[in-house]
């Protein structure tokens, strides 16, 4: 799995293994150096540095007495001509993760203004990063999504994870004013943000299993609950902000907060924005959850609990979760990526942004690699002219078969030609003015539609050989090109 963004901190989860004192998965502290006295550990879990997950970047420390820890140090992309940076977490494919990002600035640049960038997951876009007015409180910011690494499931088993992703928009307990419930109530170290309004608060007498419930809730989210008085609605305007116009999925979370016996539950009907949510819910002492996979909303949300006709108590609500649906960007062709990545293996010094997915999103493909959008994207063009290139050039070049222009001119590339016998799409072929040695291959005559083959001023030997074809074709081989001869000669 790729991940591609700025700064700080993160965290990968996947949701179905976790063990009792960590969650398996990586816990990352971002810019913490290479010795593992830097690691940090925050209750039971410990952050690890994050050299080994990304090889660009730099990074830097944050002077501020009181700071926790794992805020202090930070990783930053100062080179803003790449198109993308990208961590790369090992995963288990069909795995479904938890990525939780998290940003502080802390004016760690001299500056006023945290910077504003988006965030990728994979190939799809996943959000803007805008910590602005976190900022401006002095607090740091988080942003979670839910991703499966390119099928299996449980958690969030309502939706379909090879064209969605679930981006946590609220995830609250009612009735709270403490700190914030994670890991290790919550075996996903999923974070509940505590929540409180103006609606009267219940405690709980008797505590909820969490493994009675498919979602696995931490049982402390229910020890306090909003409730109102008997008969009356119970309205709850929340999440506090205005939601862009989108899917969402949307878990309520209930318990009867009275001592469990056969009259403690109560019955009501739920509805958000107007719209009849679940009707006759019945809640007992051991909780419930009910969800809606996709549900629209738009601007401010309201949720509305009735209660049944002659019930005797209000009704409660403990939790509930917001995400947003965020449908996937697309997926570059297995191969492809398999052979761009040990294209970038045997370069030197490749482009900074040569990390994630070479295609996508469709403006952050890699430098100099152009692709062909559809179900499947494929790559179809490679141009890295003169940016002083060193290294050479992997055999499997050979996988790009979707390739139509390969563009490497005026670099420092070294070795051999490999064999491109496959590459049957390829128009033009440009490995001019570089430093190429061995037999030029002879499979290329084979490509039917290449009509530009640029080899001067290289160590190359030997002769594209000539066919009938080749009268059509625009061929430069000479390696002592005459000079101010810059235009292809023709054969
Ligand atoms: C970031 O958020 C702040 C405060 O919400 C807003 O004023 C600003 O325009 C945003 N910046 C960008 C670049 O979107
Ligand atoms: C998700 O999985 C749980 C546990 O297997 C199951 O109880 C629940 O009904 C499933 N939900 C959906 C929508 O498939
Ligand atoms: C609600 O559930 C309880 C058991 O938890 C049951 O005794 C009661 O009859 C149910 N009430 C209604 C109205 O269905
Ligand atoms: C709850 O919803 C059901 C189904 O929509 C409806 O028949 C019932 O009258 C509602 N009850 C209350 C108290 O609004
Ligand atoms: C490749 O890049 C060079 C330099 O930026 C440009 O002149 C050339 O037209 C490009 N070739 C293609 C096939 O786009
Ligand atoms: C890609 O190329 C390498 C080396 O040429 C070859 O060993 C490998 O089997 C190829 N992979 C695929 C998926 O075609």
């Not at 990074?59 to 930053?76: A, E, F, N």
């Not at 198109?83 to 502080?104: E, F």
């Not at 607090?139 to 979670?144: A, F, I, K, N, R």
């Not at 050989?465 to 101010?484: A, E, R, V, W, Y």
Request: with cysteine; net charge positive.
């Amino acid at each position: 799995m790729s991940l591609c963004l700025f700064l700080l901190w993160l965290v990968t989860i996947p949701l179905l293994a976790y063990s009792q004192s960590n969650p398996r998965g990586y816990l990352l502290n971002c810019g913490a150096g290479s010795s593992s006295g830097n690691d940090v550990t925050v209750g039971s879990l410990k952050y690890i540095t994050d050299e080994g997950f990304i090889s660009v970047g730099s990074t830097s420390t944050i002077k501020q007495d009181g700071l926790v820890p794992i805020l202090t140090t930070l990783r930053y992309f100062p080179d803003k001509s790449a198109r993308k940076y990208c961590y790369t977490i090992p995963v288990i494919r069909g795995g479904k993760y938890l990525v939780r990002t998290t940003y502080y600035y802390g004016g760690f640049d001299g500056g006023k203004e945290p910077p504003v960038f988006d965030q990728i997951v994979e190939g799809t876009k996943w959000s803007v990063v805008n910590t602005t007015e976190d900022h401006a409180k002095g607090m740091s910011s988080y942003y979670e999504i839910v991703v499966q690494a390119k099928g299996k499931a449980l958690m969030y088993n309502a939706t379909d994870f090879n064209k969605y992703a679930l981006t946590t928009v609220a995830r609250s307990s009612f009735g709270d004013d403490g700190d914030i419930i994670g890991f290790p109530d919550d075996k996903f170290n999923r974070l509940w943000q505590p929540y409180k309004d103006q609606n009267p608060v219940v405690n709980s007498k008797h505590n909820v299993t969490p493994s009675d419930f498919w979602n696995i809730p931490p049982a402390k989210i229910f020890q306090n609950s909003f409730t109102a008085s008997r008969g009356k609605p119970l309205q709850i305007k929340w999440p506090a902000g205005s939601l862009p116009s989108a899917s969402y999925y949307i878990a309520l979370y209930f318990q009867d907060n009275r001592n469990p016996s056969p009259l403690s539950w109560r019955v009501f009907n739920v509805s958000v924005n107007d719209k009849n949510f679940y009707a006759n819910v019945n809640v007992s002492t051991r909780g419930l959850t009910v969800y809606a996979p996709q549900w629209p909303l738009s601007g401010q949300t309201q949720i509305v609990l009735t209660p049944g006709q002659g019930i005797p108590v209000g009704p409660v609500i403990s939790a509930g979760e917001i995400m947003q649906i965020l449908p996937l960007g697309g997926v570059t062709i297995n191969r492809d990526v398999g052979a761009m990545n040990e294209l970038r293996r045997y370069f030197d010094n490749p482009p900074p942004d040569w990390s994630g997915d070479p295609c996508l999103p469709g403006e952050n493909s890699w430098t100099g690699v152009t692709c062909t959008p559809g179900k499947q994207y494929r790559v179809t063009a490679l141009n890295l002219t003169g940016i002083g290139l060193s290294g050479s050039l992997a055999p499997n070049i050979a996988n790009l078969t979707a390739l139509h222009h390969i563009w490497l001119g005026g670099n420092k590339l070294s070795g051999n030609i490999p064999e491109m016998g496959s590459l049957k799409e390829l128009q033009s072929l440009h490995l001019e003015n570089n430093q190429l040695e061995g037999l030029i291959p002879q499979s290329l005559r084979k490509l039917p539609k290449l009509r530009e083959i640029f080899l001067q001023n290289n160590k190359v030997k030997g002769d594209v050989p000539h066919t009938p074809q080749d009268k059509k074709k625009n061929i430069q081989l000479k390696n002592d090109l005459d000079s101010g001869s810059q235009s292809p000669a023709r054969m």
